[in-house]
């Protein structure tokens, strides 16, 4: 069978750009890392410009707004790029998408991770020329874990800025926060009521969950010092314009989090700044979070935000 079409042009190519070095870090023994993200973006045909010494996309290098991916993992530690081809259509519709390892629990405690999400952002923006950033106009994005980075960030204080690209800015425009365990002090509560009444539950102190491994140090002050980390005990009005989504089925992560985060913004008066969906039947990151109608919403809130 032989057919000819015309599928047209309409779509760019996109471009993966893997082990950008954005930081060097010690770990919590001292010894030196480094810190990497990707970057995805629209920026022509580079094969083409590879083999051929030419482009047929030609050379549009129009500055582009940015979204910072912060993957989760309960801050053990998430490959940079294990689900970040969920976020091309993100890169689809125009944005530079960039992808972020930061240091796990093992590596470093708090305010660690914050100060290398702030670092990743003062990174784009010192090199907005050669990635095609607008540094302007740049977004952040992250699941569980990163979630609760990804709003940390977005509260936007002048905390936990680092030396490195030191004179340029680490606020961020707007937020999408996906199922982020924000209050960690409702999480622990949440995790002692589980090893109260399971004996079969997968922790039995308090320093081996989640939260408690990240924090670090005395276990009978976690709770107070969390809330230095914490975005409902920290919000300004500096705060960006947010998405919260959570799944009304989450085991790990309870949905009275995000509700009380909401709550919490209203509270202050900030309504207008922050929208909140619940996804009926959905858990702790399942695949409800990456369907067209959930996708539809994430980039309709990137485009009121940062275009």
């Known amino acids: ?24 870090q010690k770990d919590l023994e001292g010894r030196e890392m480094e810190l990497k993200m990707s970057i995805m973006l629209q920026n022509g045909n580079s094969e083409m410009r590879l083999a051929a010494g030419r482009d047929d ?3 549009d290098r129009t500055p582009k707004p940015a979204i910072l991916w912060v993957p989760g993992g309960g801050y053990r530690g998430c490959d940079k790029n294990l689900m970040v081809a969920e976020m091309a259509f993100l890169a689809d519709a125009g944005f530079v998408v960039a992808s972020m390892y930061y240091r796990s629990s093992a590596e470093g405690h708090f305010p660690d991770q914050i100060i290398d999400v702030k670092t ?19 977004g952040i994005i992250g699941r569980s874990a990163g979630g609760h980075l990804a709003s940390l960030a977005a509260v936007n204080s002048d905390l936990y800025d680092s030396e490195e690209w030191s004179g340029y ?28 009444h399971d004996p079969n539950y997968r922790w039995k102190t308090v320093e081996e969950t989640h939260a408690g491994a990240v924090l670090g140090g005395d276990p009978a002050t976690m709770k107070e010092r969390s809330k230095e980390f914490c975005p409902p005990y920290i919000l300004t009005d ?43 039947g959905a858990g702790h990151g399942t695949r409800e979070f990456f369907q067209p109608e959930t996708k539809k919403l994430i980039l309709e809130f990137f485009e009121r935000n940062l275009k």
């Open 57 to 59: 996309e030609g050379d």
């Open 1 to 24: 069978m032989r057919k000819e079409i015309k599928p047209g042009r309409d779509r760019k190519s996109i471009n993966f750009i893997d082990n950008i070095v954005y930081s060097r």
């Open 238 to 280: 500096a705060l960006c314009p947010i998405l919260i989504l959570h799944g009304d089925a989450d085991k790990l992560v309870p949905c009275e989090i995000s509700e009380d985060f909401y709550r919490k913004i209203v509270e202050m008066g900030m309504e207008d700044r922050a929208e909140f969906y619940v996804l009926q």
């Open 169 to 196: 800015s680490s606020k961020v425009q707007a937020c999408c926060d996906m199922f982020g365990p924000v209050d960690f002090v409702k999480l622990m509560e949440a995790d002692e009521y589980c090893m109260k």
């Open 120 to 138: 990743a952002l003062r990174f784009l923006r010192a090199h907005a020329d050669e990635y095609e950033i607008d540094p302007d106009h740049i």
